[in-house]
């Protein structure tokens, strides 16, 4: 009997969408539907952080993947003209990937050059460590989809998380470092909802 994957995401929708955002998600979302890409992120909240790297990345393909639709249609409204629905030009390189990431690996040949993972449910309970995303049999998929010099960037403001994490890479091939990164400033990160001074950050290679 083929072993089903424990889910590692909360709700699916939130409160109703906007008029604009749901014209939005049956029309726009279909067409930006990922296959291939460059750099890869991981439950994108309300997707500022995507944005950022699609400027920041103008010739490379950015997909985000995020199963909360209220998140993926406010990325969608962040990223098109009010008017006209259009896409700017600037997130034109930007694809989305509207439910569960494990799915889309499945599924695509990409190699990654980074594969972000920011602010992941630390899933506190003792009852529900097992939803916790950054397992260590995540960590060995995700590897696999890494270019030859592609990294795994994980970020969190829940330190006992962090240091849970730390233990997972034990258990794998992986990598890894401290650095010495600025706070990314997300929508979850300023809610720190862990009460902690700061998020730590962990980058990984094989």
């Known amino acids: 009997m083929e072993k089903q994957e424990i889910r590692t995401f909360g ?31 991981i439950g994108f909240g309300a997707g500022e952080h995507v944005r950022n790297l699609a400027l920041a990345n ?9 199963p909360f639709m209220n998140g993926v249609a406010s990325l ?3 990223i098109t003209d009010e008017k006209t629905n259009q896409v700017f030009d600037e997130y034109k390189n ?5 439910d569960d990431v494990r799915d889309f690996l499945r599924n695509t040949d990409s190699k990654f050059k980074q594969i972000w993972v920011l602010h992941p449910d630390p899933w506190p ?17 995700l590897s696999k989809y890494l270019s030859s010099d592609g990294e ?19 258990e ?3 990598s890894a470092t401290i650095p010495d990164m600025e706070i990314i400033q997300t929508r979850y ?12 950050y962990l980058v990984l290679h094989n």
């Open 152 to 170: 795994i960037i994980i970020g969190t403001d829940h330190w006992e998380y962090f240091d849970w994490i730390l233990e997972q890479i034990k």
């Open 76 to 78: 969608l409204s962040a």
């Open 172 to 174: 794998t091939n992986l």
């Open 94 to 98: 930007i694809r989305i990937w509207a």
């Open 125 to 141: 309970k003792a009852r529900h460590e097992k939803r916790r995303l950054l397992s260590a049999d995540f960590l060995n998929t």
């Open 11 to 41: 709700r699916r929708h939130g409160k109703k969408l906007s008029a604009r955002q749901q014209t939005l998600v049956d029309e726009l979302l279909p067409t930006l539907k990922p296959q291939d890409g460059d750099i890869l992120e």
């Open 189 to 200: 990160q300023n809610k720190n909802k862990a009460g902690t001074t700061a998020p730590k």
């Open 58 to 66: 103008p010739n490379k393909i950015i997909i985000g993947a995020e």
